[in-house]
């Protein structure tokens, strides 16, 4: 056979869950078939979510692992459809040290058909396989009716050499990759690139299949495509959103046919979409179906409460506005129209007789009395998270984090923090992109990402038309409101200029003489290491957050709590 077509099932899987994600690859598996595609192909440890961690140590884990793949296959032949190649990723064992292995298997005829193990194996970021996986020592191609189709994992095809190396020796007619790639700004034009230069290498086609989906603080933004082996694109699936494409694959034509291309999202749509879909399948997989978190009126919680409306709908979000002697009017107008834009449930608890209350024990003055505002803030948020079974959001935002510009046990608390790897001024730029996507018909509900399939859209009814969030909020000045006239400038550069600091410094590893030479002011870089260097203790205890930077906190950058070097 001369033509081959390819089911690329670009799926969202939950870690551990052999039962449902078994049930997934059938389905698909189904769908494929009936579409008349020989091979459907599926993510990096489809059957048992990625990443596992240290489940992979779990003997009993592996082994319910394989057995399920095997009644899969079993499955899929007694349905008729044996003769389907289904490639999908699970967690093998290597026989000779015991050890785990990250394993793509082919299910075919009613069997494990054979099996690839990924041989490259990273420890950098937000990867730790180097230290749960032995390494794969083989190459496999697989031979489909006469298409010899080259097998790789992920990270094989990122480092020179190894097996795509071995593969382009082979004379394949395709490179199949099966992935489970998490989301950075840019990164997709990255992966596209390296695509093309492994088509080049092994000379035939390139298939990227990408997983979907939140992962605690991981979010797989799918994207996956297919290239020429000139470098065309030839299929690109949506990001973001589950789905099944197909690549008809012709051995005898010099170059392939191009299918469906998926259109390219903007730069602001891609970033709102992850941190909205890492909040969503955040709740669903750790059982939540609503949130609650603090109304201040300013602009963070403004767009984590939108965030929240767009992942779960308005009606499950509890806004709590917590007004104190120092909350102006117009914060608390804003909080109570952005509850309206939104459709959330909204509640006022003012703090300040529990304030009073501590006062009169503790007598606190200053950044004292400051963090016990919002410490008291926290404990409500906490209490209506425990008495109504709702995810407590954090508000905080990169720049603060960065600067220790939070109260621990307070604005701090939380279970998930949307915005915890967006700079100040990215909030901004996300806030005033959603109210213009608002404008231009995209409803709450509506965003195109995993589980919104059955969610209806819910068309936005805000004070002001066509808007969700307050353009007040956006404007305004940014105020703690802890103490009478604060300005957040009082304490931090200003945001236009901290965040550029902030980017040098942790996402370039640039030090003090690098900020220097980079045109920065002696004062400014000073004040911001000593800040950023002194707040890695906060760091360590704030809520997962979605990673959508190159080099996010928790995850990419873990420096000494104590931290002398100002070099």
């Known amino acids: 056979m001369t033509q081959l077509r390819f089911a690329l099932a670009q799926i969202d899987t939950r870690v551990g869950d052999l039962d449902a994600n078994a049930d997934a690859i059938v389905a698909y598996a189904r769908r494929a078939a009936a579409e008349n595609a020989q091979v459907v192909v599926f993510p990096e440890m489809t059957l048992t979510g990625y990443p596992i961690e240290d489940l992979a ?59 690839y193990d990924k041989h490259f194996l990273p420890n950098y970021g937000v990867f730790d396989e180097f230290r749960i996986f032995s390494s794969g020592q083989r190459s496999v191609v697989l031979d489909v009716e006469g298409v010899q189709v080259g097998l790789a994992i992920c990270e094989d095809i990122w480092q020179d050499g190894g097996p795509v190396a071995e593969l382009a020796k082979e004379h394949i007619d395709v490179l199949l990759t099966i992935n489970g790639s998490p989301y950075e700004e840019g990164k997709t034009h990255t992966r596209y690139d390296l695509a093309v230069k492994r088509a080049d290498e092994v000379k035939a086609p390139m298939i990227y299949l990408n997983q979907v989906g939140g992962q605690d603080d991981l979010v797989f933004d799918g994207g996956s495509f297919v290239v020429d082996t000139d470098g065309t694109l030839l299929e690109r699936s949506p990001m973001f959103i589950e789905n099944l494409s197909y690549f008809d694959f012709d051995k005898q034509a ?80 804003d909080a109570a129209d952005l509850a309206e834009n939104l459709g959330a449930h909204y509640e006022i608890q003012p ?36 008495s109504r079974n709702l995810l407590a959001l954090a508000t905080g935002n990169k720049s603060e984090l960065a600067c220790g510009y939070s ?60 808007k969700l969030i307050p353009v007040s909020s956006i404007e305004k000045e940014p105020s703690a409101e802890l103490r009478p006239g604060q300005r957040d400038s009082d304490s931090l550069p200003q945001y236009a200029l ?27 870089v000073d004040t911001v290491m000593r800040l950023v260097d002194r707040a890695e203790w906060k760091r360590r205890q704030y809520p997962l957050g979605p990673k959508v930077t190159a080099l996010a906190f928790g995850r990419d950058r873990r420096l000494p709590i104590t931290n002398a070097f100002r070099e």
């Open 57 to 115: 140590f779990r003997a009993t884990f592996r082994k319910a692992a394989w057995d399920k793949a095997n009644a899969i296959a079993r499955q899929l032949a007694a349905d008729d459809l044996g003769g389907l190649y289904v490639v999908a990723g699970t967690v093998g064992t290597d026989t000779e040290s015991a050890k785990p292995r990250n394993r793509l298997v082919v299910l075919h005829d009613g069997v494990v058909w054979t099996g």
């Open 254 to 333: 010099g170059h392939q046919q191009v299918g469906t291309i998926a259109a390219e999202m903007g730069r602001d749509a891609e970033v709102y979409c992850a941190c909205v879909l890492g909040l969503k399948d955040y709740m669903a997989k750790n059982h939540f179906s609503g949130v609650c978190l603090g109304l201040s009126g300013g602009i963070d919680s403004a767009l984590v409460a939108t965030m929240a409306a767009d992942a779960c709908g308005g009606e499950n979000v509890c806004g709590i506005s917590m007004p104190s002697q120092y909350s102006s009017d117009g914060s608390k107008d």
């Open 351 to 386: 703090i300040e007789p529990l304030f009073q209350s501590f006062q009169r024990q503790l007598n606190l003055g200053g950044i004292a009395a400051e963090n016990l505002q919002a410490r008291i803030r926290g404990v409500i948020v906490m209490a209506y998270s425990n």
């Open 407 to 466: 109260t621990i046990y307070g604005d701090a608390v939380g279970g998930y923090a949307p915005i915890k790897d967006l700079l100040k001024t990215r909030v901004w730029e996300l806030s005033r992109w959603r109210n213009n996507a608002a404008q231009e018909g995209l409803g709450l509900g509506m965003l195109p990402i995993v589980g919104n399939e059955g969610m209806a859209p819910v068309a936005p009814s805000p004070s002001s038309p066509g």
């Open 498 to 524: 901290l965040d550029q600091v902030l980017a040098a410094y942790i996402e370039h590893a640039h030090g003090r003489a690098d900020l220097l030479s980079d045109g920065f002011d002696e004062t400014t």
